[in-house]
Protein backbone atom coordinates (compact mmCIF):
# COMPACT_ATOMS: atom_id res chain seq x y z
CA UNK A 1 0.00 0.00 0.00
CA UNK A 2 2.81 2.54 0.90
CA UNK A 3 4.26 1.99 -2.55
CA UNK A 4 1.09 2.86 -4.42
CA UNK A 5 0.58 5.96 -1.85
CA UNK A 6 4.06 7.27 -2.44
CA UNK A 7 3.47 8.13 -6.19
CA UNK A 8 0.73 10.70 -5.40
CA UNK A 9 3.12 12.51 -3.30
CA UNK A 10 6.11 11.91 -5.15
CA UNK A 11 4.53 13.74 -7.74
CA UNK A 12 3.15 16.08 -5.44
CA UNK A 13 6.66 16.97 -4.44
CA UNK A 14 7.97 17.22 -8.02
CA UNK A 15 5.72 19.87 -9.30
CA UNK A 16 6.26 21.88 -5.68
CA UNK A 17 10.16 21.16 -6.54
CA UNK A 18 9.39 22.92 -10.14
CA UNK A 19 7.48 25.59 -8.63
CA UNK A 20 9.30 26.76 -5.77
CA UNK A 21 12.42 27.09 -7.71
CA UNK A 22 11.26 29.19 -10.21
CA UNK A 23 9.09 31.32 -8.10
CA UNK A 24 9.85 31.47 -4.21
CA UNK A 25 13.46 33.06 -4.80
CA UNK A 26 11.66 36.38 -6.31
CA UNK A 27 8.68 35.81 -3.86
CA UNK A 28 10.45 35.77 -1.13
CA UNK A 29 12.48 39.16 -2.19
CA UNK A 30 9.81 40.71 -2.59
CA UNK A 31 7.75 40.05 0.50
CA UNK A 32 10.31 39.23 2.65
CA UNK A 33 13.05 42.05 2.34
CA UNK A 34 11.77 44.25 -0.41
CA UNK A 35 8.53 45.46 0.84
CA UNK A 36 9.35 45.95 4.48
CA UNK A 37 13.21 47.46 3.71
CA UNK A 38 12.97 48.91 0.20
CA UNK A 39 9.53 51.01 0.56
CA UNK A 40 6.35 49.62 0.92
CA UNK A 41 3.92 49.25 -1.51
CA UNK A 42 0.24 51.28 -0.66
CA UNK A 43 -2.10 48.80 0.43
CA UNK A 44 -4.55 49.14 -2.49
CA UNK A 45 -1.99 48.81 -4.95
CA UNK A 46 -1.35 45.12 -3.26
CA UNK A 47 -4.56 44.28 -2.58
CA UNK A 48 -5.87 44.82 -6.03
CA UNK A 49 -2.47 42.85 -7.02
CA UNK A 50 -2.95 39.86 -5.40
CA UNK A 51 -6.83 39.54 -5.20
CA UNK A 52 -6.32 39.51 -9.38
CA UNK A 53 -7.82 36.27 -10.68
CA UNK A 54 -4.13 35.38 -12.04
CA UNK A 55 -2.15 36.19 -8.24
CA UNK A 56 -4.47 34.04 -6.76
CA UNK A 57 -4.28 31.06 -8.31
CA UNK A 58 -0.59 31.50 -8.38
CA UNK A 59 -0.21 32.62 -4.48
CA UNK A 60 -2.01 29.34 -4.04
CA UNK A 61 -0.10 27.46 -6.45
CA UNK A 62 2.96 28.24 -5.25
CA UNK A 63 2.25 27.82 -1.26
CA UNK A 64 -0.06 24.70 -1.50
CA UNK A 65 2.48 22.77 -3.81
CA UNK A 66 5.83 24.24 -1.98
CA UNK A 67 4.23 22.89 1.68
CA UNK A 68 3.64 19.56 -0.21
CA UNK A 69 7.13 19.32 -1.74
CA UNK A 70 8.68 20.08 1.80
CA UNK A 71 6.08 17.24 3.40
CA UNK A 72 7.75 14.71 1.12
CA UNK A 73 11.00 15.51 0.84
CA UNK A 74 10.70 16.16 5.32
CA UNK A 75 9.68 12.60 5.78
CA UNK A 76 12.35 11.64 3.83
CA UNK A 77 15.20 12.88 5.49
CA UNK A 78 13.60 12.27 8.88
CA UNK A 79 14.04 8.95 7.59
CA UNK A 80 17.82 9.63 6.23
CA UNK A 81 18.30 11.28 9.32
CA UNK A 82 17.95 7.41 11.49
CA UNK A 83 13.95 7.53 12.06
CA UNK A 84 13.89 4.35 9.91
CA UNK A 85 10.64 3.19 8.15
CA UNK A 86 9.32 6.52 9.94
CA UNK A 87 6.18 5.24 10.27
CA UNK A 88 2.68 6.25 9.77
CA UNK A 89 3.03 9.10 12.44
CA UNK A 90 5.53 11.02 10.91
CA UNK A 91 4.00 10.91 7.21
CA UNK A 92 0.76 11.71 8.63
CA UNK A 93 2.25 14.48 10.17
CA UNK A 94 3.99 15.62 6.99
CA UNK A 95 1.19 15.33 4.38
CA UNK A 96 -1.22 16.20 7.04
CA UNK A 97 0.47 19.63 7.49
CA UNK A 98 0.68 20.13 4.24
CA UNK A 99 -2.50 19.05 3.37
CA UNK A 100 -3.88 22.08 6.46
CA UNK A 101 -1.32 24.47 4.35
CA UNK A 102 -3.16 23.72 1.18
CA UNK A 103 -6.83 24.23 2.95
CA UNK A 104 -6.12 27.47 4.44
CA UNK A 105 -4.29 28.56 1.59
CA UNK A 106 -7.42 28.16 -0.97
CA UNK A 107 -9.98 29.52 1.74
CA UNK A 108 -7.47 32.77 1.30
CA UNK A 109 -6.56 32.82 -2.06
CA UNK A 110 -10.47 32.62 -2.28
CA UNK A 111 -11.91 35.19 0.12
CA UNK A 112 -9.09 37.75 0.16
CA UNK B 1 15.75 -18.52 9.52
CA UNK B 2 17.89 -15.53 10.79
CA UNK B 3 16.69 -11.77 11.01
CA UNK B 4 18.63 -10.18 8.22
CA UNK B 5 21.46 -8.01 9.89
CA UNK B 6 20.64 -4.18 9.89
CA UNK B 7 24.01 -2.41 10.41
CA UNK B 8 23.58 0.52 12.26
CA UNK B 9 24.15 3.72 10.54
CA UNK B 10 25.37 6.92 13.05
CA UNK B 11 23.52 10.14 13.24
CA UNK B 12 25.98 12.15 12.21
CA UNK B 13 26.71 9.99 8.70
CA UNK B 14 25.94 12.81 6.68
CA UNK B 15 28.84 15.11 8.17
CA UNK B 16 31.98 12.23 6.77
CA UNK B 17 31.78 14.20 3.30
CA UNK B 18 30.91 17.23 2.22
CA UNK B 19 28.87 15.45 -0.88
CA UNK B 20 26.98 14.52 2.16
CA UNK B 21 26.78 17.92 3.54
CA UNK B 22 25.65 19.19 0.55
CA UNK B 23 22.94 16.82 0.29
CA UNK B 24 21.59 17.52 3.66
CA UNK B 25 21.41 21.36 3.26
CA UNK B 26 18.94 20.77 -0.01
CA UNK B 27 17.30 18.73 1.57
CA UNK B 28 16.83 21.40 4.72
CA UNK B 29 16.30 24.28 1.96
CA UNK B 30 12.71 23.02 1.71
CA UNK B 31 12.11 23.90 5.71
CA UNK B 32 13.26 27.43 5.08
CA UNK B 33 10.61 27.32 2.10
CA UNK B 34 8.09 25.97 3.98
CA UNK B 35 8.35 28.60 6.16
CA UNK B 36 8.21 30.94 4.23
CA UNK B 37 5.00 29.61 2.63
CA UNK B 38 3.25 30.20 6.36
CA UNK B 39 4.80 33.75 6.54
CA UNK B 40 3.10 34.78 3.15
CA UNK B 41 0.11 32.83 4.64
CA UNK B 42 0.22 35.00 7.41
CA UNK B 43 0.62 38.39 5.14
CA UNK B 44 -2.60 37.45 3.07
CA UNK B 45 -4.27 36.98 5.85
CA UNK B 46 -3.06 40.38 7.18
CA UNK B 47 -3.53 42.31 3.61
CA UNK B 48 -7.43 40.91 4.22
CA UNK B 49 -8.27 42.48 7.54
CA UNK B 50 -6.99 45.74 6.40
CA UNK B 51 -3.86 48.65 5.76
CA UNK B 52 -3.64 48.54 9.50
CA UNK B 53 -3.03 45.23 9.47
CA UNK B 54 -0.86 45.09 6.48
CA UNK B 55 1.26 47.90 7.96
CA UNK B 56 1.81 46.05 11.42
CA UNK B 57 3.09 42.78 9.80
CA UNK B 58 5.66 45.10 7.15
CA UNK B 59 6.45 46.38 10.52
CA UNK B 60 7.17 43.01 12.73
CA UNK B 61 8.83 41.86 9.53
CA UNK B 62 11.56 45.22 9.75
CA UNK B 63 13.02 42.60 13.16
CA UNK B 64 16.51 41.94 12.56
CA UNK B 65 15.21 38.87 13.32
CA UNK B 66 13.00 38.50 10.68
CA UNK B 67 15.64 40.15 8.30
CA UNK B 68 18.12 37.33 9.32
CA UNK B 69 15.52 34.58 8.59
CA UNK B 70 14.77 35.67 5.04
CA UNK B 71 18.42 36.30 3.93
CA UNK B 72 18.83 32.88 5.05
CA UNK B 73 15.37 31.66 3.68
CA UNK B 74 16.47 33.49 0.21
CA UNK B 75 19.97 31.94 0.10
CA UNK B 76 18.34 28.19 0.66
CA UNK B 77 15.80 29.06 -1.69
CA UNK B 78 18.42 30.00 -4.72
CA UNK B 79 20.18 26.83 -3.69
CA UNK B 80 17.40 24.55 -4.14
CA UNK B 81 16.58 26.25 -7.38
CA UNK B 82 20.02 25.43 -8.68
CA UNK B 83 20.47 22.24 -7.61
CA UNK B 84 16.50 21.40 -9.28
CA UNK B 85 18.09 22.92 -12.25
CA UNK B 86 21.45 20.96 -12.33
CA UNK B 87 18.92 17.70 -11.31
CA UNK B 88 16.99 17.98 -13.52
CA UNK B 89 18.78 16.64 -16.55
CA UNK B 90 19.19 13.61 -14.71
CA UNK B 91 15.67 13.03 -13.64
CA UNK B 92 14.69 13.17 -17.09
CA UNK B 93 16.69 13.52 -20.82
CA UNK B 94 14.30 14.98 -23.25
CA UNK B 95 15.12 14.18 -26.88
CA UNK B 96 15.12 15.85 -30.18
CA UNK B 97 13.97 12.70 -32.17
CA UNK B 98 17.15 10.56 -32.55
CA UNK B 99 19.34 13.10 -30.20
CA UNK B 100 19.09 13.60 -26.52
CA UNK B 101 18.52 17.00 -25.69
CA UNK B 102 22.40 18.19 -24.24
CA UNK B 103 22.23 18.68 -20.50
CA UNK B 104 23.67 21.99 -20.54
CA UNK B 105 20.62 23.19 -22.78
CA UNK B 106 18.09 21.96 -20.22
CA UNK B 107 19.72 23.70 -17.55
CA UNK B 108 20.11 27.00 -19.26
CA UNK B 109 16.79 26.97 -20.24
CA UNK B 110 15.66 26.80 -16.63
CA UNK B 111 18.12 29.59 -15.65
CA UNK B 112 16.48 31.05 -18.32
CA UNK B 113 12.90 30.98 -17.63
CA UNK B 114 13.68 31.76 -13.32
CA UNK B 115 15.27 34.67 -14.57
CA UNK B 116 11.88 35.96 -16.81
CA UNK B 117 9.58 35.23 -14.16
CA UNK B 118 11.38 36.33 -11.34
CA UNK B 119 12.16 39.73 -13.34
CA UNK B 120 8.26 40.09 -14.35
CA UNK B 121 7.54 39.20 -10.45
CA UNK B 122 9.73 41.85 -9.02
CA UNK B 123 8.31 44.34 -11.68
CA UNK B 124 4.68 43.21 -11.59
CA UNK B 125 4.55 44.34 -7.99
CA UNK B 126 7.51 46.79 -6.91
CA UNK B 127 7.91 48.36 -10.24
CA UNK B 128 4.94 50.57 -10.84
Known sequence: ?112 | MAKPYVRRVPAAWWLKKPAYVKFMLREWSSVFIAVYCVILLVMLARLKAGPEAYHGFLAALRSPGWLLFHLMALLFAIYHSVTWFHATPKAMAPRLGEERVPPALLVAAHYLVWLVLSAGLIWFVLGR
Request: hydrophobic share 60%; glycine share 8%; charged share 10%.
Open chain 1, 1 to 112: MAKSNEVVWWSLFSAGGVVAALLVPALLFITGIALPFLGPVAYETLQSLAAHPLSRLLLFAVIALSLLHWAHRFRHTLIDMGLRRGGVVIACLCYGTALVGTVVAAYLVITL
